[in-house]
């Protein structure tokens, strides 16, 4: 066929085996090149535009003619076999635009293209998968990890894998801090903060706090633990953890300081380190037995107590100390130790601060510290007799306690016999006699004792405070014949005291032992026999007649017995009357025994014992006949109160007995005034100084005083008595501006040659009168104490103020001018400004921290707040870290005035590079917060504060110092059980921590203070 006969278009293209829209776009082509031309007009058929063309056509066309043929053969080839083709051929394919024609040819091109196509995607897929899988094992886990922060780098929890960090970009948060837990190096484990350091530790995401506790310190994780559930087992290991270095045990017990509970555990491991010989250790268990009692009051008290009776000088030094400190239960463990029967040199000790605690409350010696002084083996006898008389005068105006107080010491093995012995009589004979603890027990032992005399004085007590037991041993000793003398007769009188609960035994017993051999066995039958009442007065008054001497006393007294259990009165006075009738001896004792009537029976008495009183031939009768008076008058008989004011006379011993009666009496004020000024002037000391009560009473009853009282009481303050000065100082003070001009003289008189209790008093009385001169020699005198006190008498009275002030606060004691700054705070608007500013800022700049620290606190309080917050701005500006620190600390003080303007002062410190800083800080932001927000606004801010350690620990103050109140307290133990249930871990943790030290009352702020990171 020639080269120019019209051909196809679409023949042509399938012969050369080409892509159709290929082949019709390479026709366009060829004809714009001129190479071929329309056969027709609608393209359907083409021509070569010159015969001549053909030959270079087929030239050219041969290779792709022989490629297309070799095309087909593998395409035919590939359609018969049904197989794939390789890459190769479909790249060749492809290269030289070859195009499956047929259906076959078509489907194995397919078939071949699918085939590596699923390859391919296998292949990419394989990184996808690895992908997932990496982003599924990083999902729910975490890591420990550190990071520089404010106080070193912080333990941090982010989310994923250490090893996996490259992948942190996947979606999920991996490598996102989940939380600060603000442990640094020193709260950490060394090994857990070397893992934690390259990455080695990990957890999952729902139990990672459960590992904090492995990750802490030993002792810090023992000691959160105790804060937070009070587990006492964690003690166990916090001991074994210090062993046996003195350094160790004490920094222990330093560190459980702010959290001790006072359980048994710990006080084991308290009293433990109190046997150590070691003055830290001691120190340090003796501050944390005081801290916890100071803060629960129920706890360590017997610890406290055997402290200060310690054999060891230097742990009862450190003992005082601290139980000084306590206050007002203070003052009661040392009265308990003196119950306690210590060593002399105790004793002698106690003695002094039982005695300067009691100058400086301006109260009465108490009956224990009298009982304290009678049981002293060193004390002089004089001594002992003044103990007796105020234990007598205690026990007539408060029985109770003076009856407790006589219990301890029969209870005491140690304890002088003759103070014992005199205790259980008091006790024996008084009547009713009040519930008091212990006292059966005490009686019991008492009645083992060793000593005779004790023994023998405790039988009757111990019949009357337990008649069953003792009746069931007393039958016992009737029949034993081995039995001394005095306990024989102790048994006789102790009969008596069981005969209100079995009177057949009693009389069966009686009767026996009325007819013994022994004449002081009969007596004391005699005496107890009238117990029974009348039945027994027949008998006693026949006695009392027939009787050897010892029997018709004992008679007497059976007499005078049977008139108070039922038998008659004037029966009774007829037949002690046979003893009054007789001179001497016998005239005495009937004597005595109406003065034991007049307690009960007053009316059948009172004109016999005015004629014992007054008799001119036996001057002796005058004290018995005197005290059975003052006997009648307690119990109530006008006719003896008159009767004892005409009863005074020369007799030193009369007047002490009528005085003491008048004081001790019912209305002293009233009835013993016109006595008391017969008597101040009284050469016996005793007599001055009950009178000198009597006085001071009258002139403490709120109404003018009377001159001649007034005058009085002034001249007693130069009395050679001390006991004496310090009543009549004290009743001055009752007088007020009512004080005679001559007061301010006498005091100066007395203060210049007073002890320190002496001044004490001296400064409070005048406070009370206005006595400037007194203070002036105060504030110069060599005791710190005094100097102290001196500044608050100034302060709260407006008496020189201002030169107090300036002379405490340049004082060379820091003790002086660290009170005159507290007092300060509490009396600032009775010190002119200019002066309180000029004092504070002077006290600023003390060389004492402690002091400078309190005087900036004080600033805050009482300085214009506008000063104030420029100060402390410029002051937390500053590079020192020591000036940043106490401005934090003083910020406390401008809490109160202006909360919001403390937060913004504040808040940055957060941030603050300096450690002591934060800690400083603490307190006050805490209680900002806890002024400006709400508790569920601070259990927000707690929840809120996972990545921030420092902001969590500022709300967990916060809560602290909200707890302070009964209110606050129930409203943050609500919001912290919430935040316990579903808190975020590390929030759940400081609440569990706040909860537990709120629930033991511990100090809560101190030991937040030492997780400060």
């Known amino acids: 066929m020639s080269v120019m006969t019209p051909r196809a278009g679409e023949q042509i293209i399938k012969r050369i085996n080409l892509d159709q829209e290929f082949g019709q776009h390479a026709l366009i082509v060829l004809e714009q090149r001129g190479v071929i031309i329309r056969a027709d007009a609608s393209g359907q058929t083409w021509i070569l535009r010159h015969e001549i063309l053909g030959t270079r056509v087929r030239e050219l066309t041969a290779p792709a003619r022989a490629a297309a043929r070799q095309a087909f ?66 999902s729910g886990r975490v890591f420990f990890d550190l990071e520089p922060r404010v106080g070193g780098d912080h333990v941090m929890v982010r989310g994923g894998r250490a090893g996996l960090s490259s992948f942190f970009w996947l979606p999920g948060g991996a490598g996102e801090t989940v ?50 559930t009070g587990n006492e087992a964690t003690l166990a290991d916090l001991r074994k953890a210090a062993k046996e270095n003195p350094d160790d045990l004490a920094e222990l017990l330093i560190a459980l300081r702010p959290i001790a509970r006072g359980g048994a555990a710990e006080v084991a491991l ?166 008091v603890a212990n006292l059966v027990e005490a009686a019991r032992m008492a009645n083992a004792s060793r000593s005779p005399i004790v023994r023998a004085a405790a039988l009757p007590l111990y019949a009357k405070v337990d008649p069953v037991r003792a009746g069931g041993e007393l039958a016992t000793m009737l029949d034993d014949k081995k039995l001394e003398k005095s306990v024989r007769v102790a048994a006789a009188l102790a009969w008596g005291n069981v005969a209100a609960s079995n009177k057949e035994a009693v009389a069966n017993a009686l009767d026996r032992m009325l007819k013994d051999e022994d004449a002081d066995v009969r007596a004391a039958a005699a005496t107890a026999s009238g117990r029974l009442g009348r039945a027994y007065q027949e008998r006693l008054i026949k006695m009392a007649k027939n009787e050897v001497f010892t029997v018709r006393i004992g008679a007497a007294m059976g007499l005078a017995n049977s008139a108070e259990t039922g038998g008659s009165p004037s029966y009774a006075v007829d037949g002690i009357a046979q003893l009054w009738r007789e001179k001497g001896r016998p005239r005495r004792e009937a004597a005595r025994i109406y003065a034991h009537m007049a307690r009960k029976k007053p009316q059948f008495v009172t004109e016999l014992l005015y004629q014992a009183a007054h008799v001119a031939d036996d001057p002796g009768l005058h004290p018995i006949g005197v005290e059975g008076l003052c006997n009648a008058a307690l119990a109530g008989s006008p006719d003896a109160r008159r009767s004892l004011v005409r009863s005074l006379d020369d007799v030193v011993e009369v007047r002490r007995i009528v005085m003491s009666c008048v004081a001790d009496g019912p209305e002293p004020a009233k009835n013993g005034s016109a006595i008391a000024l017969r008597l101040v002037k009284d050469p016996d000391n005793g007599i001055r100084g009950d009178a000198a009560r009597v006085l001071a009473l009258a002139a403490s009853k709120g109404t003018k005083v009377a001159g001649n009282v007034a005058d009085a009481l002034v001249g007693l303050l130069d009395d050679p008595d001390r006991d004496v000065r310090l009543v009549a100082i004290r009743a001055v003070a009752g007088m007020g501006a009512d004080a005679p001009k001559t007061t301010t003289i006498a005091m100066s008189r007395m203060f210049e040659r007073g002890d320190e209790g002496e001044k004490l008093a001296l400064l409070r009385t005048a406070k009370a009168i206005g006595a400037e001169d007194v203070l002036a020699l105060a504030i110069a005198d060599g005791s710190p104490l005094v100097r102290v006190e001196a500044v608050e008498a100034a302060l709260e009275s407006g008496l020189r103020a201002s030169a107090t002030l300036s002379a405490a606060l340049a004082d060379s004691d820091p003790q002086v001018r660290k009170a005159a700054l507290e007092r300060l705070a509490a009396q600032k608007d009775k010190v002119d400004p200019a002066v309180l500013d000029r004092a504070l800022t002077l006290a600023v700049r003390d060389p004492n921290p402690e002091l400078s620290q309190l005087a900036l606190t004080t600033i805050a309080r009482v300085a214009a707040k506008e000063s104030v917050l420029a100060r402390l701005h410029r002051s937390l500006g500053s590079r020192a870290e020591r000036e940043r620190a106490q401005a934090a600390a003083a910020a406390i003080g401008l809490v109160d005035r202006d909360a919001q303007s403390s937060i913004a002062l504040l808040e940055p410190l957060l941030d603050d590079p300096s450690h002591d800083v934060r800690v400083a800080m603490l307190p006050a932001l805490g209680a900002a917060y806890a002024k400006t927000n709400t508790p569920e606004k601070l259990a927000a801010l707690m929840t809120d504060s996972e990545g921030n350690a420092m902001r969590r620990l500022v709300a967990a103050a916060a809560f602290v110092t909200l707890a302070k109140t009964d209110t606050g307290a129930k409203a943050a133990d609500a919001v912290l059980a919430k935040i316990r249930a579903n808190g975020p871990p590390m929030a759940t943790f400081t609440a569990k921590l706040v909860a537990g030290l709120l629930t033991g009352k511990a100090d809560g702020m101190a030991f937040l203070q030492e997780l400060v990171p």
Not at 90 to 105: D, S
Not at 198 to 217: F, K, P, V
Request: glycine share 4%; no cysteine; charged share 25%.
């Open 73 to 138: 053969e593998l395409l035919g080839s590939k359609t018969q076999s049904r197989s794939r083709l390789t890459l190769k051929e479909l790249r060749k394919l492809k290269t030289e635009g070859i195009a499956p024609v047929t259906p076959e040819e078509r489907d194995v091109v397919a078939r071949s293209k699918r085939y590596y196509m699923m390859i391919a995607g296998a292949i990419a897929a394989v990184p996808l998968v690895v992908i997932i899988i990496i982003w599924i094992s990083m």
């Open 179 to 228: 939380a600060d837990t603000g442990f640094t190096r020193a709260m950490v484990k060394p090994e857990e903060w070397k893992k934690i350091g390259t990455r080695d530790l990990g957890a999952t995401r729902g139990d990672w706090s459960d590992n904090l506790g492995s990750i802490m310190a030993p002792q810090l994780a023992g000691l959160v633990e105790y804060a937070t």
């Open 270 to 435: 308290v009293e433990a380190a109190l046997a150590i010989p070691s003055p830290a250790v001691q120190r340090a268990a003796v501050a944390t037995a005081g801290n916890a009692a100071r803060r629960r009051g129920d706890v360590y008290q017997d610890t406290l107590t055997k402290a200060l009776i310690s054999s060891d000088p230097e742990l009862r030094r450190i003992a005082f100390a601290s139980v000084r400190s306590l206050g007002e239960p203070g003052r009661a463990l040392f009265d308990a130790a003196l119950k306690l029967g210590p060593d002399q040199a105790a004793r002698r000790e106690l003695l002094v601060e039982v005695s300067t605690v009691t100058v400086a409350t301006d109260d009465a010696p108490s009956s224990a510290s009298a009982v304290a002084v009678l049981s002293d083996p060193e004390s002089t006898p004089p001594q002992k007799e003044r103990a007796k008389a105020q234990i007598r005068a205690a026990l007539a105006k408060d029985p109770a306690p003076t009856a407790n107080a006589l219990t301890a010491l029969i209870s005491q093995d140690r304890a002088q016999p003759e103070a014992r012995v005199f205790a259980i009589e008091l006790l024996n004979d008084l009547d009713p006699l009040p519930k």
